[in-house]
């Protein structure tokens, strides 16, 4: 078995590892007379179609026998109201300085106590799709909110005798199983945004006054890839695909924030011009000994800004958030998607969307491709020092998107920095940085940075960064030196070409390598130097400002 659910009563003692206040507060939570557990998803998307606050598509889900569902399972809707993303303002971490963990015990016991006059919904299911990683994760959340309850059991794995069977099969791990309590309906003063609280030490959360599905999705994920990471692995925010070439494979891993294009890239078929063969788009974890990747999560949560009613991909969905309901011509309530009702839009897809799915690959990645929205970057940029890309992983430069829910006066146009495009990250920076480094130096895996912004006041679309991957694959992709710049190359495309000769131009590099610079010395003392890098990150940096400014 996979995780730790029970323990030898000789060892329930207050120095055990696995054990701490938050841990026992939230897990208690779970054993209580007003928890009634659910086991099939089936039950539990009876449970949300008789919700008052869902709405019965006339859609029907596509393969719902082979989901577990009923065969004539048809499309849910559920909305929220104001809020439509995520709220990373509202996340605590026991262990990071500045969190005190006798508070939020304190407050932490108030809310369950508080909430425990209703009554709750049980689920388990299973993060990690191979046996090699496998954790089990608990849920409680409020009845009234059985949308959110059937998403998360399709977003994960249902314990279904299937994977009871290979869960019993799978590597053993010192951890705790997940825990996650949630309670949307709780309200602070102090805390207007919600709070998100997590002991990733202990593997376990509370979502508390938060209703948006994303956040029981992401802090499962916070949880179990802290746990991964213990473990030797490589915690990952990205998408990875296969390509069966003629005499070889390629794999290539891409890492960027929601909107940024990482899906599109994942999930491309290249106008089936290759054999493509899909992991995930959004969730997987990297073997630091052999390179193999494994995926957390069997569906995906995909915007559905693209996906208007006439796409091929709207029968792959399964539920849908913050969406549209009208009628169509022969009178049944379908999609209005394409987010005209709202920012944000969402959908659980299952992985039929990707009929080359698979849950693990065993070949080590042959690319790592970092997705920014950074205008003084042309569309692609090969980096031939393994330190230097782990450097600008680390200072990963990029937008905020309508998936996450920001303060008015926040500008998403604005330049932000998301080392290696993962705001989950709960321990210091500095670890993701050397694993990533080992990834370059000993699995000789190849970085590019991918502009999907703008250059030169002209927009990248899709179809030109996707043709420069194919280009790449291909081996017919040229590459030139950077300018001045030593490590770094890039491909040259027609509108996208960068000018070392302009004043201009040239300072407009400079200025984004000194934002990252800046980045850099900022963590060096910021929550008493958490996440600082090692010296070598600003000195690298260093000389490229030297070889631009001699």
């Not at 069977?165 to 053993?172: A, D, I």
Request: charged content about 20%.
């Amino acid at each position: 078995m996979s995780t730790i659910k029970q323990f030898k009563r000789t060892a329930i003692k207050k120095n055990h590892p696995l054990l701490s206040s938050i841990k026992s507060i939230i897990e208690t939570a779970f054993y209580g007379n007003n928890v009634v557990p659910i086991s099939l998803v089936s039950d539990a998307y009876h449970l949300a179609r008789k919700s008052p606050s869902v709405i019965v598509t006339d859609l029907p889900v596509e393969g719902a026998l082979a989901l577990d569902l009923p065969e004539d399972a048809k499309i849910l809707v559920h909305n929220d109201g104001a809020i439509v993303g995520r709220t990373a303002a509202a996340r605590r971490v026991i262990g990071q300085p500045g969190v005190d963990e006798k508070k939020y015990s304190a407050l932490l016991r108030e809310a369950i106590f508080e909430g425990a006059n209703k009554y709750y919904y049980r689920g388990d299911v299973v993060v990690g799709l191979n046996e090699n990683f496998m954790v089990a994760a608990h849920l409680l959340v409020p009845i009234g909110y059985e949308a959110n309850f059937y998403a998360y059991l399709l977003n994960f794995q249902p314990f279904n005798a299937r994977y009871q069977q290979r869960y019993q099969q799978s590597q053993p791990y010192n951890e705790n199983d997940l825990y996650l309590y949630c309670d949307p309906d709780w309200r602070h003063p102090d805390y207007p945004l919600g709070l998100t609280l997590f002991d990733p030490k202990r593997n376990v959360a509370a979502i508390l006054g938060l209703r948006y599905f994303g956040e029981l999705k992401k802090a499962t994920l916070t949880l179990a890839w802290a746990t991964a990471h213990r473990n030797g692995y490589l915690a990952c925010h990205g998408g990875v695909k296969q390509f069966q070439l003629a005499n070889k494979t390629y794999t290539m891993a891409t890492y960027g924030l929601s909107g940024s294009g990482k899906s599109t890239i994942t999930l491309a078929s290249h106008g089936q011009k290759y054999h493509v063969t899909v992991l995930h788009d959004d969730a997987f974890i990297i073997d630091q000994e052999t390179g193999a990747t494994t995926a957390l999560e069997p569906t995906y949560f995909d915007k559905t800004q693209d996906y208007p009613m006439d796409s091929e991909q709207v029968k792959y969905l399964l539920t849908c958030q913050n969406v549209g309901v009208t009628l169509d011509e022969h009178h049944q309530k379908v999609l209005v998607t394409e987010d005209i009702r709202n920012n944000n839009g969402r959908a659980m897809k299952s992985r039929f969307a990707t009929p080359n799915r698979v849950d693990h690959l065993t070949q080590s990645l042959d690319a790592v491709y970092w997705i920014m929205k950074d205008e003084s970057l042309p569309p692609v940029i090969r980096i031939d020092d393994p330190m230097l890309a782990a450097v600008f992983g680390a200072t990963l430069a990029t937008q905020r998107s309508s998936a996450e829910n920001v303060a008015d006066h926040v500008d998403l146009q604005a330049l932000v920095i998301e080392p290696f495009a993962n705001p989950f990250r709960c321990y210091p920076l500095a670890e993701d940085y050397l694993h990533f480094k080992q990834l370059f130096t000993k699995q000789k895996t190849t970085c590019y940075i991918l502009n999907t912004g703008s250059f030169n006041g002209y927009n990248i679309p899709p179809n030109v960064t996707l043709e420069m991957i194919e280009k790449i694959i291909d081996e017919t992709a040229g590459f030139t030196p950077f300018g001045p710049v030593k490590g770094l190359s890039y491909s040259p495309v027609p509108w996208y070409q960068p000018d070392f000769d302009s004043p201009v131009y040239r300072q407009q590099f400079i200025t984004a390598m000194k934002r990252r610079l800046a980045f850099i010395q900022e963590m060096n003392t910021k929550n008493n130097g958490y996440d600082a890098l090692p010296e070598e990150t600003m000195v690298r940096i260093q000389q490229i400002l030297l070889e631009l400014t001699t």
